[in-house]
Every structure is written in C-alpha cells, then in structure tokens.
C-alpha cells in the first residue's frame, strides 16, 4: 500500500509545473558555470577541465544548499496537504494504516526533491556542445563522475532534509515551521563552518557537515589536477562516515516522529464559560459618526503602514529568521573581522561590509521572496479580500503601506548588522567606524 501512495505522490508532483521549474533553475546555474567565467556557483572553476569529476561532484556536494528550500516545498507539502486542504478528516477516518501513509508520503517526496539536483548533471552535459566552449578545456564525458554524485551527495542529502522537514511538518502540521527548520539548518550549517575554521577541528568539521561539502572539500584538498581530471570518488573513508552518521540522524528523527504521529485531531483547550453570561452583558453606548478633518488619504496610508508592519514584524518567522540572519552574521564577523586572505589585518569598514553582505545577502533575499507573497496575499489569506476592496480607499494607499513595510524589515535586518559590525570593530580597538561608509 504504501507503494500506491509513494507512486501517487510522484506523479502528482511529476504534473506540477514547480518540480521542472526548479529543475530548469538549477540546470542553467550550472550551464552557466561551466560554459563561461562569468557565472559562478560557489566559486571560480581551477584549471582542471569543464566537466571534471571532480567539478561534477563537487557542484552535487554544493548543490544540497541551493535546494533546502525547494525540497522544503515538496516534503511540507507530502506531510500536511490534508490539513492545508482540510480533508485530513476524511483520511483520518479511513482504514489507512500510519505506516503506509507517512513511508508512502515521505518516500515520494524524498524522490522529488532528487529531481532539481539532477540539474548539475544537465547543464554539464549540455555546455559541452555549445559554440563558444574552448574544446581544450573539457575530457570526455564521465558518468561513473555522474553516478557517484548522485549517490554520494544527491540522494543522501534528500534524504536527510526530507527525513528532518518531513518529520517537524507531520508533527506541528504547519509549513511555516518547516520553512523556519529548513533555515535553522542552513543558518546552523554556516555557524558551525565559522566556528569550526581552524585547521585542529577540520575532521570534526567534515564530519559534522550535514551535506558532506566538508568533507569532499577535505578529502580532495592535496589532489593534482591530473587526480580531479580523472578520478571519481564514492563512498569511502571520511566521506562514508559522514554520509553514514547524517543517514543515521535522518533515519533517528524520522523514527521520533513516526513514534509521535497520530491520525487524532489535536485537541483544544476549551474556553472556560461564564455562571451566568446574560450578567457579563453590559449595555454600550453607540457613538454616533463624526466626520474627521484629519481623515484623509495620508493618514489612511499611516493607519494601513502600522497594520502590517506590526504585524509583520510580531510574526515567528519574521523573529525567527532575523534572529537566523544575525546568528550566521555576527559570528562571522567576531571571528574573521581581523584576518583577510590568510593575513592578520585590521577590521576596516569596507571589510566589515563585505563579510556582512556575503552573510545577510542570502536571508534578505529569503525575508522579500515570503513576504512579498505574504503581504500581496494577505487579504486573501485572511478572507478578507472582499471587505477590503469595497472600502473607499485608494489601492495606491494599501500597496504602498505594504512596500513599504517590505523595505522597512529589510532596513531593520540590515541596521542590526551594521550595529553588530560596529560593535565587533570597538571589540579589536578599531574606533574608525566610518558611519558614511556603513550608510
């Protein structure tokens, strides 16, 4: 049975126009990375060939980053559809045993969220027959290189995100909460790089990597470029125990769920009722219209600004994924405010800015991606499009209120890393702050 539901789950997502969206996506970052220089995803290409084993594997071990988020789209969407649709009641009250419904769902999801990697594999194949490609700079196709990318980083590193995220859906029934996780995990996956640079704690680093980036990166550190040209590598010494210990946490936390998960609708707590509600009744006063002087547009702009940016900034995500942005900023900053290529310098402004754009940048654009939806969107979310549009309020007002709440937030992100950036150079002693420059 779970088969059935496995098969019905990737068929559903294979009709889905977002599975090949983010297939394209990645294909194309990585045809543009190996046709040309002009394109880089995480880092320039040496001068090993285009379409290297090395290069192969390397872009599937970086890859697993890039597609936290779009695997978070399918795994939340496997684990709480019925509850997002309200049917959960109705395949609550069947025959279908738990085993079957949660293995089914999360197998199908685990195999869809592998499909957007194999854009690594596309693009590279591709590129190599494009006019403007020097011929001298790529070999011959490898597809044990292909192979083992697949095996070593694609579907080890499905797996683990699709066990965690699927997992934390299944039990708070929420996709904002699997969202918040999946940035946890990508903001956690950066602490943990900062904090654990130094070259004594490179094997603890390596293996700690939940995507096994690390680890590649270590165990092909000394290679020739003739090794990278020519050898692929699979499943062997560190990069095995790495993939063997990030299966074994997937496999654990998809088992404490598993264990946890009911087909019982959550209870609530009821609301406790009055002895006597006719008592608690008191007559009010209607107040009668007054027509304002200070009712005009611009004070229905101010009024429109204040409910969605107070609304917006009281939300978890928005907290959660400030607090994520600045945990993966600010140490960075601590730790490399004072060396820069290998030397000892000191924290000049310009340095600060840089280390803070290459850590924000990333979670400034995850903050406008939702919340441009979710401010757009809001009154329909709410119900309470048709409300809104009856009012007789300009449409400017309501679009400009939430533009302008977007930019705010990021504003508010942006000067907490700034603060941060000032308080790290007073830290070393550096009293040049050069606020014109930060502005």
Known sequence: MFLRIALFEIRFWLRSWMVWIFLFIIAL??????????????????????????????????????????????????????????????????????????????????LISVIP????????????????????????????????????????NAFFMAAVLFAIAALARNEIVSFVA???????????????????????AALLDPFGTRAFDLVTRYWTVAEKNRVSIGLQGLLFWNRLLWIGIGCLTFAVAYSRFSFAEKSTKPRRIEADAEEAIQPVAIPLPHPQLHDTQWAKFVGSFKIHFMGMA???????????????????????????????????????????????????????????????WKDRDERMDEIAVSTPTPDWISYASRLLTLILMIMLMQSAALLGGVVVQAWHGYHRYQIGLYL
């Open 117 to 156: 990697m194999l854009g690594v594999s596309i693009g590279i194949l591709l590129a190599k027959y494009m006019p403007w490609v020097d011929p001298e700079r790529w070999g011959r196709v490898n597809w044990a290189a292909h192979l083992n990318g697949i095996v070593v980083f694609a579907l080890p």
């Open 314 to 376: 009281r939300s978890t995500f928005f907290v959660v994924i400030a607090v994520a942005s600045l945990l993966n900023c600010i140490p960075s900053l601590a730790l490399s405010a004072t060396e820069a290529y290998g030397n000892q310098t000191l924290p000049v402004t310009y340095w600060i800015l840089d280390l803070i754009r290459n850590t924000l940048y990333l979670f400034v654009v995850i903050v406008i991606t939702y919340y441009a939806g979710v401010l757009v």
């Open 29 to 110: 970052l990585i045809f543009g990375a190996v046709s040309t220089d002009q394109v880089q995803v995480g880092g320039s290409l040496s001068n090993t060939d285009r379409n290297a084993p090395y290069v192969i594997q390397n872009f599937y071990s970086f890859i697993g980053l890039l597609t936290l988020l779009m695997s978070t789209a399918f795994v939340t969407s496997a684990a709480i559809r019925d509850f997002s649709h309200n049917t959960y009641q109705i395949i609550f009250t069947t025959p279908l045993k738990r085993f079957d419904f949660l293995i089914g769902r999360f197998i199908g999801a685990t």
């Open 182 to 204: 999946a940035l946890i995990l990508l903001t956690g996956y950066g602490v943990a790089g900062a904090l654990l640079h130094d070259i004594q704690h490179e094997q603890i």
